[in-house]
């Protein structure tokens, strides 16, 4: 089976920007799952969606937002980049089998703003 | 309080040492426990899971949970060069289905 696919790898923005991150799960995965990563805040989490719904949500201001689609695939967006939005996004999927037993990690998406 | 506490380390410890990586948690209804291994430049990849108060034991790993007092630990024997690596505590809040909150990580060392 192929792994949690994120794309870009990399991406570089300016203040004031918004940026679009995609997650493929490894098939048969229902639950996606959104981090952020930084050196000092350690993973943090963004949100979950299952079945297209969102489900689970962290403190993360409206300017991050997700959602799902019917094959399970994620995106994530964040509008009105600021220089703190530079980290590493994560995202990780799960067969959510009774529940989220196991997450299975992306490389993630390297975003940094300038 | 933050919802789920590790001390950042770094934790040092000789080859063939057993490490011991703790954590704390704030959600005293939260059932299921995580100890996730990440090394550095990488994805972080399950290493344990853990639900029912007591010790579980998967080869060099052993993961224990006292839920009485919101305390989840990972012992790592004999441990090698190859452990180096930042071990992150993930607990599921709001119940099973809920939110997997990981804490800061702890950063392992063993020296050989």
């Known amino acids: 089976k192929a792994g949690v696919t994120q794309t870009p790898r990399y991406l570089i923005k300016t203040r004031g920007q918004q940026v679009t991150l995609s997650c493929s799960p490894i098939?048969?995965?229902?639950?996606v799952s959104w981090y952020q990563q930084t050196p000092g805040q350690g993973l943090q989490f963004l949100f979950e969606y299952f079945s297209e719904t969102q489900r689970n949500k962290g403190n993360f201001p409206g300017r991050f937002s997700g959602r799902q689609f019917s094959n399970s695939r994620s995106e994530m967006n964040v509008s009105t980049l600021e220089l703190g939005d530079s980290a590493l996004y994560l995202c990780?999927?799960?067969?959510?089998?009774?529940?989220?037993?196991?997450?299975?990690f992306g490389s993630g998406t390297q975003l940094s703003v300038l | 309080q933050k919802e789920v506490e590790q001390n950042s380390g770094p934790l040092s410890v000789p080859e063939g040492a057993i490490a011991s990586l703790n954590c704390t948690y704030s959600?005293?209804?939260?059932?299921?426990f995580f100890w996730y291994r990440q090394y550095s430049g990488k994805s972080p990849e399950l290493i344990m899971s853990i639900y029912s108060n007591g010790d579980k034991e998967d080869g060099r790993f052993t993961a224990q949970l006292n839920k009485a007092s919101q305390y989840v630990s990972l012992l790592i024997r004999d441990s090698q060069p190859s452990d180096s690596a930042t071990y992150l505590c993930a607990v599921t809040l709001g119940g099973n289905t809920g939110k997997l909150i990981f804490g800061q990580g702890t950063t392992l060392q063993v020296k050989p």
């Open positions: 990780a999927s799960s067969a959510d089998h009774p529940f989220n037993e196991k997450l299975f």
């Open positions: 098939s048969g995965h229902r639950s």
């Open positions: 959600d005293r209804g939260s059932q299921s």
